[in-house]
């Protein structure tokens, strides 16, 4: 019989998932990635009832695995392994930790206590790393497919935004300065698309998932050979259904002491490519919205400044940004690591990843979470993205009006002179004394002009290109695959919690 690991969504292993966590003492520092930002569901994946339940679960697949493979272990000391595998005493695990400074020694006394006539047998075999890296695996694995499963909610609340913007024209901008006309919905594409591309490598990265499984203190497995009394069959049997039982389908080749640290350092690249793309759009947002043209959704009662009262701040996309710049800063870390394990390890990993994993998947949970409640409840102010697409649309169809001109007989370098000495004083009426735009005033008093239609010439309509078509394309083509996939029907109901 198999070990059961629970799917991506299931929380079946904590004690009471739905229990309120117990409010942190004050006088302690509090994580507000756990505390503010991040899902419970991401934070309990961490917790250390989690961590310690996968440990049990693994010293039950060892268990198991062995005893079908004639080791002598009775099925009263699986089942006996089984019934306490959530019943943690943490308060004996941490005695042991004290008296012992081991942690899995510790958890395997404390295990051990519970399961009287299972105690000679636990960790037979194994070392520290038969539970401590494969059940990272197994959370680290949950934890890409909680983030994928996140991703394409965003993805998705893009996709729905832009199909219903698809149309509406706005002024593009390259250098942050006016330039070809866009499309709204052309523009949250963008943002969804490079979400997209996470997405790709995400699902690639779980693919690549592996099992550590029974490798030994070194990768040798030299203690399970000597178990089997020299069966090298019996060994790659072993390591073959523990990896099973763990949910995995194969396990990495050849490892030292730990599962590869390039693993860890893959998993941080994904990790900060989505963190750059959120803050790519969250910028853009923040940008759009010092604009006037786009504001974030906000609470009736909502305050931006304790001071100005009149401020309606872009705080989520501000966050985002926040957020994401801690994950970018992480992301060196699991690399430098992986540069530093000297032959078959060394432990100057573990500090680093107890810290440096957690939090980059909480972040960017978190940051997901916001990117998604942005991108459902976006306002769009069209009057406004008219006017300013209005005040830059004379210069931005100056080469439309060009070419009609042209058409109607004109000399094509005489008409580039007309229009750049036109331009030149419209631009500045604008800039020296914050007049309006009269580059069309000026074009339609001179008559070398005089055959263009040029209220035709500047419409915003005929400037934006395939923009409206691009976004059907992007839609049917990219991203109604991925919704079927997911079945972005179920998609996820967290909302920011602060």
Known sequence: ??????????????????????????????????????????????????????????????????????????????????????????????????????????????YGDQCPEARPIIHLGATSCFVTDNADLVLLREALQLISAKVVDVIAAWATFAAEHRDLPTLGLTHLQPAQPTTVGRRA?????????????????????????????????????????????????????????MGFDATYEITGQTYPRKLDAQILDVLAGIASSAHKGATDLRILAHRKELDEPAESSQIGSSAMAYKRNPMRSERICGLARLVLSLQSSPAATLATQWMERTLDDSANRRVVLPQAFLAVDALLILYRNIASGLVVYPAQIERHLREELPFLASENI?????????????????????????????KQHGRPNDLLERLSGDLA??????????????????????????????????RQRYDTRQASSTEPRV
């Open 189 to 245: 594409c963008q943002w969804a698309y490079d979400l997209v591309l996470d997405l790709a490598e995400l699902e690639h990265r779980l693919t690549q998932f592996r099992a550590r499984s029974i490798k030994g203190t070194t990768g040798t497995q030299a203690s399970f050979l000597r178990l089997f009394e020299g069966d090298h069959e019996k060994v790659r049997q072993l390591e073959q259904r523990v990896a099973e039982k």
């Open 449 to 482: 002009f005089a055959g263009v239609d040029l209220d035709a010439a500047v419409d915003p309509s005929q400037l934006t290109g395939r923009s409206a078509q691009q976004v059907d394309e992007f839609l049917a083509e990219i991203v109604a695959p991925i």
């Open 1 to 110: 019989m198999q070990v059961g690991f629970p799917d991506v969504h299931s929380l079946e292993f904590i004690t009471n998932p739905l229990a309120t966590p117990s409010p942190m003492p004050s006088d302690r520092y509090e994580n507000p990635l756990v505390t503010r930002y991040a899902s419970t569901e991401m934070s309990q994946l961490f917790s250390a009832q989690r961590k310690h339940s996968t440990w049990r679960r693994l010293w039950v697949a060892l268990a198991e695995a062995e005893a079908e493979l004639g080791l002598p272990i009775t099925a009263a000391q699986v089942s006996e392994l089984k019934a306490n595998v959530d019943q943690i005493d943490f308060a004996a695990a941490d005695r042991y930790e004290q008296q012992l400074r081991h942690d899995v020694m510790a958890h395997v006394h404390a």
């Open 402 to 430: 060009l070419m009609e001109a042209v058409a109607a007989g004109g000399d094509r370098q005489d008409l580039h002179e007309r229009i750049r000495q036109h331009s030149q004083a419209a631009a500045a009426e604008v």
